[in-house]
């Protein structure tokens, strides 16, 4: 096996845009490649012989590129820290919104919803532990009303007319799962982070399993037939976290 030795320097390009740094490697490769990494350290490897002027150019060159994936990273990034604030103490995100969440003496253990904030009413506001509890069961709570709102009105559309249980729970590699047999659905909690058109598009998706088992050219028929824009819906979810409904 042929060693690939390299050595390697700090550079910088002027851009409009400010100054953008990138770290150069040289190794023993035909091309020259470019990679920004989730940190948004921009990295790019040259073999020796190409001169560094070849090389600037080059990042000048893929220069909206380079924006384009920076801010592609940072949405990524933002999306999870959404997901992540989902149950946090200090703020909440709902169906797309963001609340400030305060927490408040009060001799009952209560949630309010205003158009800008969520107050958790809670005996011992320094009690952490229940506070997330009132929280979670809030969100559980909340997520069922709007899912089971969603079922119903895609079950009608879709004239699905079989009896349907869902729950709703953290899950980590999928949106939405279904069980035909069971004639069960199980929903993300997550996705009450997402605006609402994420959250249908989700809830038909997993419908539409009781009439298609996969993903066949009828399924997606299927989808585009009652959700013509199921696609920029599916991208909201896609373009922010890698996991989708399947």
């Known amino acids: 096996m042929k060693k690939i030795l390299y050595n390697q320097q700090n550079c910088c390009i002027d851009t409009p845009y400010g100054e953008i740094a990138f770290l150069l490697l040289r190794k023993n490769v035909k091309n020259i490649n470019m990679r920004i990494r ?3 350290t921009i990295t790019i490897s ?5 001169n560094e002027k070849t090389i600037y150019d080059f990042a000048i060159k893929n220069l909206n590129w380079i924006l384009h994936t920076i801010e592609k990273i940072k949405l990524k990034q933002k999306a999870k820290q959404k997901i992540t604030s989902l149950a946090d103490q200090t703020e909440l995100y709902l169906l797309g919104k963001k609340y400030d969440v305060h927490i408040i003496n009060s001799k009952t253990d209560k949630v309010f919803i205003s158009n800008k ?3 958790i009413m809670q005996k011992d506001i320094l009690d952490t ?15 069922e009303k709007i899912f089971n ?3 119903r009105k895609w079950m009608k559309l879709t004239e699905f007319n079989t ?6 729970r953290n899950m980590t590699s999928r949106w939405g799962s279904c ?3 069971k004639k069960k659905i199980t929903f993300n909690l997550k996705l009450l982070v997402f605006p609402i058109q994420a959250a249908e598009y989700v809830v038909l998706h997993e419908i539409l399993h009781f009439f298609h088992k996969g993903h066949d050219k009828n399924f997606y028929k299927a989808l585009a037939k009652f959700m013509p824009d199921y696609k920029e819906r599916e991208k909201i979810l896609k373009n922010q976290v890698s996991v989708c409904a399947e």
């Open 117 to 119: 904030s969520i107050q």
């Open 38 to 40: 989730s940190d948004l």
């Open 46 to 50: 040259a073999n020796r012989k190409i």
């Open 163 to 168: 009896p349907l249980t869902f729950q709703i």
């Open 149 to 151: 709102k969603l079922c």
């Open 179 to 181: 069980n035909p047999t």
């Open 129 to 143: 532990q229940k506070t997330q509890q009132i929280t979670a069961a809030f969100l559980k709570k909340t997520g």
